[in-house]
């Protein structure tokens, strides 16, 4: 049974920044790419940053430099730093694997304030 407990979100001024985790129990964790996603009020949701097992990332146009996926695949963790958080970051924050059934998290709230 894969599941996937995402945390670290909460309530951020602009310019600040928050760790989120997710950890996953799946099998294989080590080769299973993993993915944080996004949806605010309304929208569709949308890729925010990817991962592979072995490490290699992937980014929307919209974080990259100000955010940084990471993993550790001794623990079954993956883990997204946001910095430099502006008001359009507000959204809920899933993580999903991505070749291993597409499993979702139940997300973690982001919120940016001025």
């Known amino acids: 049974q894969v599941q996937l407990v995402e945390s670290g979100g909460g309530l951020v001024q602009a310019g600040g920044s928050l760790r989120l985790t997710c950890a996953a129990s799946v099998k294989f964790f080590s080769i299973t790419a993993m993915g944080w996603y996004r949806q605010a009020p309304g929208m569709q949701r949308e890729v925010v940053a990817t991962?592979?097992?072995?490490?290699?990332?992937n980014y929307a146009d919209s974080v990259k430099g100000r955010f940084t996926i990471s993993r550790d695949n001794a623990v079954n963790k993956v883990f997204l730093q946001m910095d430099s958080l502006k008001l359009e970051d507000t959204a809920v924050y899933y993580c999903?694997?991505?070749?291993?059934?597409?499993?979702w998290g139940q997300g973690t709230q982001v919120t940016v304030s001025s």
């Open positions: 999903k694997t991505l070749n291993s059934g597409g499993y």
């Open positions: 991962i592979t097992g072995s490490g290699s990332t």
